[in-house]
T-cell receptor
Framework: EPEVTQTPSHQVTQMGQEVILRCVPI?????FYWYRQILGQKVEFLVS??????SEKSEIFDDQFSVERPDGSNFTLKIRSTKLEDSAMYFC????WGRGEKLFFGSGTQLSVL | DQQVKQNSPSLSVQEGRISILNCDYT??????FLWYKKYPAEGPTFLIS?????DKNEDGRFTVFLNKSAKHLSLHIVPSQPGDSAVYFC??????????????FGKGTKLTVNP
């Protein structure tokens, strides 16, 4: 079965530094997402992306966050100035189209902000 | 803001028996419900879903039941197998324009199936 690929699997950074989390969604998928899970808490929606623009974002997704699909295959999440509370597992996900289509998740990037 | 609640953090069952995982929701706008399974160090994997126009959906050993009046759904696994041991997440979405719906997840229930 096709997979969503995320790199790196672990990222350690200093508070205030910029990080870019990378994802390669499944090739014929049209909708792209970032979710995150803080240790011990639920998986939370961050942002959805369709047709080269953000279609929906959560309150978590403030001005420090941005997403980009620079080359038609990669999908990136950038955090400009990381905070301690950004430490979490970040999941990229994609789906082909429409309601009810299943969402495929990557294995996640564990971000640790020190 | 717990719109989707999984009140049992863990469940332990014997191999071959039924596993029943429960989920409650509060948002009446939710009209699509999904179950995801997650193993350690992996992303959530889609298991089964149900639309609000149905009250049951079955896929092999997995059946999801939806009780809209009670805002409750459950996942039944019969028979349970040791390989089913994982964290199970209930998720819900509300209809939005264009199909780019976000999922709201519960906190998960860790299922352990003992041989």
């Amino acid at each position: 079965e096709p997979e969503v690929t995320q790199t790196p699997s672990h990222q350690v950074t200093q508070m205030g530094q910029e990080v870019i989390l990378r994802c390669v969604p499944i090739s014929n998928h049209l909708y792209f997402y970032w979710y995150r899970q803080i240790l011990g808490q639920k998986v939370e929606f961050l942002v959805s992306f369709y047709n080269n623009e953000i279609s929906e974002k959560s309150e978590i997704f403030d001005d420090q966050f941005s997403v980009e699909r620079p080359d038609g295959s990669n999908f990136t999440l950038k955090i400009r100035s990381t905070k301690l509370e950004d430490s979490a597992m970040y999941f990229c996900a994609s789906k082909i189209w429409g309601r009810g289509e299943k969402l495929f998740f990557g294995s996640g990037t564990q971000l640790s902000v020190l | 803001d717990q719109q989707v609640k999984q009140n049992s953090p863990s469940l332990s069952v014997q191999e071959g028996r039924i596993s029943i995982l429960n989920c409650d929701y509060t948002n009446s706008m939710f009209d699509y419900f999904l179950w995801y399974k997650k193993y350690p160090a992996e992303g959530p994997t889609f298991l089964i879903s149900i639309s609000s126009i149905k009250d049951k959906n079955e896929d092999g050993r997995f059946t999801v039941f939806l009780n809209k009046s009670a805002k409750h759904l459950s996942l039944h696994i019969v028979p349970s197998q040791p390989g089913d041991s994982a964290v199970y997440f209930c998720a819900a979405s509300a209809g939005t324009q264009g199909g780019s719906e976000k999922l709201v997840f519960g906190k998960g229930t860790k299922l352990t199936v003992n041989p």
